[in-house]
């Protein structure tokens, strides 16, 4: 058994200086069995003496079949070994630096030593930053657990490996009649096996996060060429890694959905005919979702594109899950894994990945220009921003005559929240700091987004709700969101933040709890004839104009306080009408 | 999304420039600001980007169109804030350069003492913002623009 203090010795650089010598050797081996073969019966030699010779010179070759295995073997071990300890020795310093950014330690045996809140936190955040610890504390347990269940892995692989070679046994079970094919199986014998992921279903960020960090950066491209389905969707891996395997997914979820019509459209005409009317019903409403879903695969493609059909820059697609009745995604502008400020919008009812993915992306662009102008306008040279647009749930749909009748349920709430705090959690696992993070809910992904942060310890510092029928709570203070860092908006003629019987059953109005700072959507007159542009209605708050079918860019009051609040400055001027 | 776009959507994108044409007209107008706001104001000449061009599709009735908005890498002149006492000139500057462009009267985002940003916008969509505080900010946004395959005036033989 491996422990910390083992790990931390490691260092596979012995090994690979060991790689260029071993692959000279391998190769005047070859060389050397090549020759023999040319002289093992010379033309016009013959009788006992070359009889004898030839056979000398097979046995030379047999010899030397098992050297070249063996040659074969520790090149190709020494190769994965030395790539493998890289991988350790990452996981080794991501974990000894979130435990160092914590004021946690890690000691020789992997325990974890706790120093405590840090003095210098101001007295209302302790308790936030001590449930956040807590949760730091359990992710750090499962780094370490996995980094030494990695070490033992290669540990033991090598092991195996060298004991085959000391015993002579490299090409024990092989039937290799040249040096070429003894080296093959040499080879096969040294590779080592890539450490499992975790579950998919029911692994943990901290897991997650955990495993992946312990991979070399060769592992982790071969996990995402070979398994992208492992690595797109998984919380606590890096958003660039997730990107790059979702993108690869898209062509194999085409085809699939492709063929999952074509064999309904077989099962159609199966049932034609009388009595079949009710099962053709059905198949013809499974190829409709499968049609949309279809739709919202090119939505997913186009919006992670360029105009020159390359992969568009400064895009992350950090979720892609074509399971359920739609399609779930979440698309990032900038680069969610090095941004100062990160933040996660969450949008509301009838919002589908077919029809409003690529506004929000758009809408969330522009909230990442206008908060980097504000890093500017402050002087903070350096840091960046980040907005992703997470459709990770299925927000429920209004049918086309009853306007609020399928929003009386708020189970898809509760069921998104789970998965969005799984989402917030992630971002933080993936990376060796925490980021400012700021989730901005509209709608009914203000109600997710509330049951996420009422019933989950995440790494959320600030908390915006906009056009909301209720967050799930009677004061803000209820939010795992450190005090004084919620914050509402409710526009004029927003009906949805107003349904009768639907506020009361999510908790009170949003802008009637304490704890929540009330932010203005009212236009804004500092100077005679100049004046912010108001937001009006259930969907401007963040772009406006839309309406008129035109992408029209009106910088609003409450843009502009969302992007003051997602660089950690608030801006509470313009405060509305007592 | 399956809905043809209309015949006039196309028209009404197909008298706008190409999108390649627009990038270089923004590039332009920032360059003239900046190179206006060192001469008339005395504000250094050390504007720098801090983030790369970022393209999105159009969306509404232009989004089965082949057209694209940019948002144009922000500019960014750190540690020179403009003096309170030259805000009104800059911002002249600022509102003369937008209304050669076609863009319409700049409107106030937020206006204080040593604290200003401005926004100023195009029929066809397109922003720019331009603010000031600890140090000066300037950005744009095009409208939505046909790509250079699609223009009629550029697409080849199509």
């Known amino acids: ?578 | 999304m399956d809905a043809e776009p209309s015949k006039s959507a196309f028209q009404e994108l197909a008298a706008r420039p190409n999108i390649e044409a627009v990038i270089s007209e923004h590039a332009e107008i920032e360059r003239e600001i900046q190179r206006r706001l060192v001469t008339e104001v005395g504000l250094p000449d050390s504007w720098e980007t801090t983030d790369e061009e970022s393209e999105n599709w159009c969306t509404g009735e232009y989004e089965d169109l082949d057209a694209v908005t940019i948002h144009m890498p922000n500019w960014a002149n750190f540690d020179h804030p403009i003096p309170e006492a030259d805000w009104p000139r800059a911002l002249e500057i600022f509102t003369e350069v937008m209304g050669k462009y076609g863009f319409d009267m700049p409107k106030a985002v937020v206006d204080r003492p040593n604290d200003h940003l401005v926004s100023a916008h195009h029929d066809n969509g397109a922003e720019f913002s331009f603010g000031t505080k600890k140090a000066t900010s300037l950005s744009s946004v095009t409208g939505c623009h046909l790509t250079e395959r699609a223009h009629p005036k550029t697409a080849n033989g199509s």
């Open chain 1, 1 to 578: 058994m491996v422990s910390w203090s083992d790990v931390k010795q490691w260092n596979g650089s012995a090994l690979a200086e060991a790689i260029g010598p071993l692959n000279r050797e391998y190769n005047e081996l070859i060389n050397a069995g090549e020759d023999l073969g040319k002289i093992q019966s010379p033309d016009g030699w013959s009788g006992q003496a070359a009889q004898a010779a030839g056979s000398r010179c097979g046995e030379l070759v047999e010899a030397l079949g098992e050297w070249t295995g063996e040659i074969a073997a520790a090149r190709t071990a020494f190769t994965a070994t030395s790539d493998a300890i890289g991988g350790v020795k990452n996981g080794v310093t991501e974990a000894e630096e979130v435990a160092k950014a914590n004021n946690f330690s890690i000691a020789d045996d992997g325990s974890i030593a706790d120093h405590g809140v840090p003095a210098d936190t101001p007295q209302d955040q302790r308790e936030a930053v001590a449930e956040e610890r807590a949760r730091v504390k359990t992710e750090l347990e499962e780094r370490v657990k996995n980094v030494l269940r990695s070490a033992d892995d290669v540990d033991n692989d090598f092991c195996k490996v060298l004991d085959k070679i000391l015993g002579d046994t490299v090409d024990a079970d092989s039937d290799a009649t040249s040096l070429a094919a003894a080296g093959k199986a040499g080879t096969k014998v040294g590779s080592l096996t890539i450490p499992t992921p975790p579950p998919l279903s029911d692994a943990t960020v901290a897991q997650n996060a955990a495993w992946w960090a312990t991979l070399s950066e060769a592992q982790r491209k071969r996990f995402i060429q070979d398994f992208p389905g492992q690595v797109g969707n998984r919380d606590g891996i890096p958003a660039s890694d997730r990107s790059a395997a979702n993108v690869l997914r898209i062509d194999d979820e085409r085809t699939r959905l492709q063929n999952r019509i074509k064999q309904l459209q077989a099962e159609r005409r199966e049932h034609g005919g009388p009595g079949g009317v009710g099962e053709e019903m059905t198949i013809n409403r499974k190829i409709a979702r499968a049609e949309e879903k279809l739709d919202s695969l090119a939505a997913v493609e186009r919006t992670v594109t360029d105009r020159h059909g390359e992969p568009k820059a400064g895009k992350q697609l950090m979720l892609l899950d074509t399971s359920g009745e739609r399609v779930k995604a979440a698309v990032a502008n900038g680069d969610v894994d090095k941004a100062d400020h990160v933040a996660v919008f969450t949008p509301g009812m009838n919002s589908r990945v077919d029809t409003n993915l690529d506004d929000y992306v758009q809408d969330t662009d522009a909230l990442k220009r206008h908060a980097e102008d504000e890093l500017t306008r402050e002087n903070r040279r350096g840091e960046s921003v980040a907005t992703v647009t997470w459709l990770g749930y299925e927000p429920p749909q209004t049918n086309p005559d009853g306007i609020f009748e399928a929003v009386v349920t708020g189970d898809s709430a509760e069921e998104g929240a789970p998965k969005l705090a799984e989402f917030y959690n992630g971002i933080d696992a993936s990376r060796a700091d925490n980021p400012h993070m700021t989730a901005l809910g509209h709608s009914w992904g203000s109600l997710t987004q509330g049951y996420a942060l009422r019933d989950h310890e995440t790494g959320v510092d600030e908390a915006g709700f906009f056009g909301s029928p209720g967050i799930g709570t009677d004061s803000g203070k209820e939010l795992n969101v450190p005090e004084n860092h919620v914050y509402a908006w409710e526009a004029r003629e927003d009906a949805v933040a107003n349904i009768p019987g639907v506020v009361e059953r999510y908790g009170k109005d949003v802008v009637e709890q304490d704890g929540i700072h009330h932010m203005s959507t009212e236009e804004y007159e500092p100077a005679p004839g100049q004046r912010t542009e108001a937001s009006t209605g259930h969907s401007e708050y963040m772009k406006s104009e839309r309406s008129q079918g035109q992408s029209s860019e009106v910088y609003q009051t409450s843009e502009y306080a969302m992007a003051r609040i997602m660089i950690g400055s608030p801006d509470f001027t313009p405060v509305p009408e007592p």
